[in-house]
Nanobody, 113 residues
Framework: QVQLVESGGGLVQAGGSLRLSCAASGRPLSIYIMGWFRQAPGKEREFVAT????????NYADSVKGRFTISRDNAKNTAYLQMNSLKPEDTAIYYC??????WGQGTQVTVSS
């Protein structure tokens, strides 16, 4: 069994920053890609960002490019999402995903105007 533990969500004012973390643990796992999706109330889950485990390739949704940065620490099996210049429309539950197979429980991010 693989567990993903997310942390770092919270309430922040528009223009502020948050850093999300996602730590993978459990049975030995070959991680190829980690990423973040989000789901706002009444909306479908949407892609935010991904990073390959060698760190060579990152992808971002157009809505977060230039504001969010995804990174990883292979030694800790952890991925991070640094979110700057947050907007109210970034409010959502953020989910970590590994290899598009394993999902975290989600962490709430709320941006007030």
């Amino acid at each position: 069994q693989v567990q993903l533990v997310e942390s770092g969500g919270g309430l922040v004012q528009a223009g502020g920053s948050l850093r999300l973390s996602c730590a993978a643990s459990g049975r030995p796992l070959s991680i190829y890609i980690m990423g973040w999706f989000r789901q706002a109330p009444g909306k479908e889950r949407e892609f935010v960002a991904t990073i390959t485990w060698n760190g060579r390739t990152t992808n971002y949704a157009d809505s977060v490019k230039g504001r969010f940065t995804i990174s990883r620490d292979n030694a800790k099996n952890t991925a991070y999402l640094q979110m700057n210049s947050l907007k109210p429309e970034d409010t959502a539950i953020y989910y970590c995903v590994v290899n598009y197979d394993y999902w975290g429980q989600g962490t709430q991010v709320t941006v007030s105007s």
